[in-house]
């Protein structure tokens, strides 16, 4: 290995950027301050108008019959589960590069999450696998939309069918994403979404599940409110301030300044996930002439949401660990992440199931080269040149044969 060009700011050189560019932001502008400002200075907080029209405005973006709106993602898998009977004893086959997440919600209602390795070019959970994993305990599949890439839906809709699966899409990353021109959240029994700052659109925290299914509809709505069989207002009808708690449920619920957000949000997205898809367009045309920075497959047939920008480094060309790569892309100013560790691999996993190394060796391997660049709508120009920039000069200093 030899030094060409200028000295990483890891050993002393001028960093690329000052300050340090996240991997991801939320883009919030006036009309959103306004819009929950209105709702703040309105009779309802939380359980008011707000949260019924951004569900309807959602279930109609993704072109789903329902959509029900919950605190958050983890909340939105933890009523998923609810919706397909999870419970002691099932067994759900679940993707495991992903958040962990999207294995703990099996785990809280006392099932087992059954970990499926991943397609080598997308990362993507791959069908022929899920299939080789089914027994007689298994109930559902939670596919995994990674960095916002569909999953092979036609697919895994046909092992589902034939094994009597529920399946759910955790499309936590890929709101604004379509296979085969299908929107996501149209696409399986039960779509996961969230809404963390750093998802394509946001209410701080929140989350929404979207079903065709009238019945899981009422179930989640009934899981997400303590497990109470009616909403306020329906009770007054009932007389008496008269409720009954007929499942164990929780308080899940989206308040309306929230909801507010999400609606103003939800006004933006196509113009978010074009500006995403604009950025990924960028860095694919910079990597081309560097060969040992390889960004993940995308099939024809998908339109990507981007939430996350995945690229592998390729080791045997490169005198440095993933490790030294993103420590070295940090010290530029580059807000690099790893987006993510298997979940198999977290002490959790190991210790209650016996999960660890070996388990999923394509997953496992990955790992250990992949690196999320920053992506996200109010990226300009000149960040997105900076993080070209940032690849080039770490790769030029230890890209072996120099
Ligand atoms: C794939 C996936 N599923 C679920 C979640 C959980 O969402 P939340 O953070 O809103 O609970 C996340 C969050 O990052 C995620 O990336």
């Not at 209105?38 to 939380?46: A, D, G, I, K, Q």
């Not at 929107?183 to 963390?196: E, K, R, W």
């Not at 993940?296 to 660990?321: G, K, M, N, R």
Request: aromatic share 8%.
């Amino acid at each position: 290995m030899m030094t060409v060009g200028p000295r990483l700011a890891l050993e002393g050189g001028t960093p690329v950027r000052k300050t340090l560019l996240p991997y991801g932001h939320q883009s919030i502008d006036e009309d959103d301050i306004a819009a929950v400002v209105e709702v703040l200075r309105s009779e309802w907080l939380t359980t008011g108008p707000k949260v019924v029209e951004f569900e309807e405005a959602f279930a109609h973006f993704v072109g789903a019959k329902h959509a029900v709106a919950v605190s958050n993602g983890t909340a939105a898998l933890h009523a998923a589960m609810f919706a397909a009977g999870i419970g002691p004893g099932d067994e759900v086959l679940v993707p495991t590069m992903t958040f962990a997440a999207s294995a703990n919600c099996v785990v809280y209602h006392g099932g087992t999450p059954v970990f499926i390795d991943v397609d080598p070019k997308t990362l993507l959970l791959d069908p022929a696998q899920a299939e080789a994993k089914i027994t007689s305990r298994t109930k559902a599949v939670v596919a995994v939309d990674y960095a916002g890439h569909s999953c092979d839906y036609d697919s895994l809709r046909t092992i589902a069918d034939l094994y009597g699966l529920t399946l759910v899409d955790d499309a936590c990353h890929a709101i604004g994403g379509s296979y085969k021109g299908r929107p996501m959240g149209s696409l399986a029994d039960l779509n996961t979404f969230s809404f963390h700052p750093v998802k394509h659109l946001t209410t701080g925290e929140g989350g929404m599940i979207t079903t065709g299914n009238t019945r899981l509809a009422q179930g989640m709505r009934i899981f997400r409110n303590h497990g109470i069989d009616m909403d306020t207002h329906q009770r007054p009808q009932r007389g008496g301030g008269f409720y009954e708690m007929i499942e164990l449920g929780y308080n899940y619920r989206l308040t309306d300044f929230q909801c507010a957000l999400g609606l103003s949000q939800l006004q933006k997205l196509p113009e978010f996930v074009r500006r995403r898809q604009a950025i990924a367009t960028h860095y694919n045309a910079a990597f081309v002439d560097m060969p040992a920075v390889k960004p993940l497959a995308v099939s024809p047939h998908v339109s990507h949401a981007y939430h996350l920008y995945v690229v592998q480094f390729d080791l045997d060309q490169l005198a440095a660990s993933r490790e030294r790569i993103f420590m070295a892309l940090r010290a530029e100013g580059i807000g690099v992440n790893v987006h993510y560790i298997p979940v198999h691999l977290h002490p959790f996993y190991r210790q209650r199931f016996g999960t660890g190394p070996g388990l999923c060796p394509v997953a496992e391997g990955a790992y250990e080269q992949i690196i999320s660049l920053p992506i996200f709508p109010r990226m300009t120009e000149s960040d997105v040149e900076d993080v070209i920039a940032a690849v080039r000069k770490v790769i030029k200093t230890y890209e072996k044969g120099f």
